[in-house]
C-alpha cells in the first residue's frame, strides 16, 4: 500500500462547501464517491483519507490537495470519469506515509472584485496597497475570523494588489488561515479603499483586546489558488486540465448570457 497525494480543481459556486454533508451536494462528497467507483480505495474513509482544506459554500480552487493510501495503480482520468465536469484532478505525485495535507508551506487565495460593484473611483487603490503591506508578518488574526478561535496568530508571507479593466485581484498567500480570514482581509481593505477605515483603524483591528466585527465580502470571488509543499511537486494531467478548462468556458458562455439578459433588462427599465 502507498500514499498519493492528488491536486484538485473545482468550480465551487454549485455546491454547499468542499466537505461532505449529509443531503447536500459537496466537492468532498464527489471526490469519495469517485475514490470508490474508481476502485482507488472502497473505503477512503479508512485509507488515511485527508486533505488541504475545507474551502467555504461557493469557493472555487484550482489547486486544492486531498491524500489516501492506495494498493491501485493511479490512473486520474478514470478517476475523473466519475466525477462532474466542474470536479476535476488535474494532477498527483507519491507521498510518504506520514504526509499530511494540512501541513503545508505555503497556500495562495486569490480574490476577484468586480469593480462594477463599486461606484466609479470610489477605491483609493494606493492606500489599499499600503493597508496590504501592514497585513502581511505574523499577526494576531481573531478580529478576522470567529472570536473563539485557539490559535488566532497567523504568518502572511505577501498580499498584493492588482487593477484590471473590470476588476481589483487581490493575492493572498500565507502559512496558513483561519475560518472566513482572506475574506475579512479583502472587505477591510475595500473599506480602507473607500476610506471607512483609516491605517490606524487596521492597527487597532490586529489587537486581541478590542473586539471588532467584520463581515466578509462575498465567498464566489475566492479561488484556493495552491497548496504548497516542501520538496513535493505534483505531476499535471493535461488531458484533465484541458477538460476542465473547457468545462470552465462553457460555465463563463452561460453566466455571461445570463449577465447579458439582465443587463438589457435593466437598461430596458431604466428607460420607463
Known amino acids: 500500500m502507498f500514499k498519493i497525494a492528488f491536486k484538485v480543481a473545482y468550480i465551487g459556486t ?20 469517485a475514490f470508490k467507483k474508481s476502485g482507488i480505495s472502497e473505503n477512503p474513509e479508512n485509507s488515511d483519507y485527508s486533505i488541504a482544506g475545507r474551502t467555504d459554500r461557493g469557493v472555487s480552487a484550482i489547486g486544492n490537495v486531498v491524500s489516501l493510501k492506495t494498493n491501485s495503480d493511479i490512473t486520474i482520468n478514470q478517476i475523473n470519469y466519475y466525477l462532474p465536469s466542474n470536479i476535476r484532478i488535474i494532477g498527483f505525485t ?17 480574490y476577484i472584485l468586480d469593480k462594477g460593484l463599486c461606484p466609479e473611483n470610489s477605491l483609493n487603490l494606493k492606500l489599499m496597497k499600503q493597508a496590504a503591506k501592514k497585513m502581511e508578518g505574523k499577526h494576531n488574526y481573531i478580529n478576522f475570523s470567529k472570536r473563539s478561535e485557539r490559535n488566532p ?30 475574506r475579512k482581509m479583502v472587505k477591510v481593505l475595500v473599506m480602507v479603499g473607500r476610506e471607512e477605515l483609516t491605517l490606524n483603524d487596521l492597527e487597532t483591528l490586529f489587537n486581541p483586546y478590542i473586539p471588532a466585527s467584520i463581515k466578509p ?21 493535461g488531458y484533465a486540465v484541458n477538460n476542465f478548462m473547457k468545462t470552465l468556458k462553457q460555465e ?3 453566466k455571461k448570457t445570463i449577465l447579458d439578459v439582465e443587463k438589457e433588462m435593466i437598461n430596458v427599465l431604466n428607460g420607463f
Open 14 to 33: 454549485g455546491y454547499h462547501g468542499f466537505q461532505r454533508q449529509p443531503n447536500l451536494p459537496t466537492v468532498e462528497g464527489e471526490l469519495l464517491r
Open 252 to 254: 463563463y458562455a452561460r
Open 94 to 110: 507519491r507521498v510518504s506515509n506520514g504526509f499530511k495535507p494540512r501541513y503545508a508551506k505555503k497556500r495562495h487565495y486569490r
Open 217 to 237: 465580502v462575498p465567498s464566489e470571488g475566492l479561488i484556493l489558488m495552491d497548496v504548497i509543499y516542501e520538496g513535493i511537486e505534483f505531476t499535471c494531467e
Open 153 to 182: 496568530e497567523r504568518m502572511v508571507y505577501s498580499v498584493n494588489i492588482a487593477e484590471t479593466s473590470d476588476n481589483v485581484v487581490f493575492d493572498v498567500i500565507g502559512e496558513s488561515f483561519l475560518w472566513n480570514m482572506v
